[in-house]
């Protein structure tokens, strides 16, 4: 649908550090709507405060890893820190749900965890 789509395994407040200024560098101040979840153990507010300020909505999914954190507890969490916080059921979704919302000078961030990547990627290009 000729939106961007940029995906990044940050998970980390160093990486969010990283990738923000590699959006900075590469996209200017174009807005991000937030495809995420983390795993259990790291503070999503260190993490998702660098970013904050680009994001326009954030979509919450679930990941297929046994320490991820549960959509609902993620939402609870991203409330508080970032706009427009949905739950979705499943990763695939969600980025459906981000497309279809981006407009043309958006950016869809997929990030938060490898996982969440690794498994968006197998869904988009259907390999294994």
């Known amino acids: 649908k000729g939106r961007t789509i940029v995906l990044d395994g940050a998970h980390n407040p160093d990486a969010a550090n990283v990738l923000a200024r590699s959006l900075d560098a590469q996209f200017d101040d174009r807005k991000v709507i937030l495809v995420t979840n983390m795993l259990a153990g790291h503070e ?24 991820a954190t549960p959509v609902d507890a993620m939402v609870a969490k991203l409330e ?4 427009s916080v949905s739950g979705y059921p499943t990763p695939i979704g969600g980025l459906n749900a981000a497309v279809a919302q981006a407009s043309e000078e958006e950016i869809i961030l997929v990030t938060g965890t ?12 259907g390999e294994a």
Do not use: K, M
């Not at 490898?114 to 290009?125: A, N, P, S």
């Open 44 to 67: 999503p507010a260190d993490f998702y405060e660098v970013l904050r300020d680009r994001i326009s909505s954030t979509f919450v999914v679930p990941v297929d890893f046994h320490r």
């Open 114 to 125: 490898f996982y969440l990547v690794g498994e968006l990627l197998r869904d988009i290009t």
């Open 80 to 83: 508080q820190i970032l706009p």
